[in-house]
């Protein structure tokens, strides 16, 4: 299983490879904001400090949306749309970057 920290809330899980950040946070009680659900409103965006690569890849959806809010910072991802792919690692993840 991977270990997701929710650095905000201060809020670690523990999930199994297929769970979206969207659906971890919604099951923690994390107190970040979700619009659409579906990659449309980018209400979602947050910062993977630690284990992008334990991730899927980012998605047309993400980079549409990123490309609208016009930023640089690196390792932005919506939450709805990063889904857990590693079966073991450490992922840690800041919504209010």
């Known amino acids: 299983m991977v270990s997701i ?3 905000e809330d201060n809020i ?3 999930v199994s490879t297929g769970k979206s950040l ?3 946070a ?4 994390a107190s970040m904001e979700f619009g659409c659900r579906v990659g449309d409103c980018a209400t979602c965006i947050a910062k993977v400090i630690k ?3 334990y991730l899927n890849p980012i998605n047309e959806k993400e980079l549409l949306a990123l490309d609208a ?3 640089k910072e690196d390792n932005l991802r919506l939450m709805c749309q990063c889904i857990v792919e ?3 690692g450490e992922i840690e993840i800041s919504y209010f970057f």
């Open 12 to 14: 670690t899980v523990r």
């Open 86 to 88: 590693a079966e073991e």
């Open 51 to 53: 284990g992008n690569n």
């Open 5 to 7: 920290f929710l650095k």
């Open 26 to 29: 919604r099951k923690t009680g």
């Open 22 to 24: 969207r659906e971890v």
């Open 69 to 71: 809010i016009g930023t």
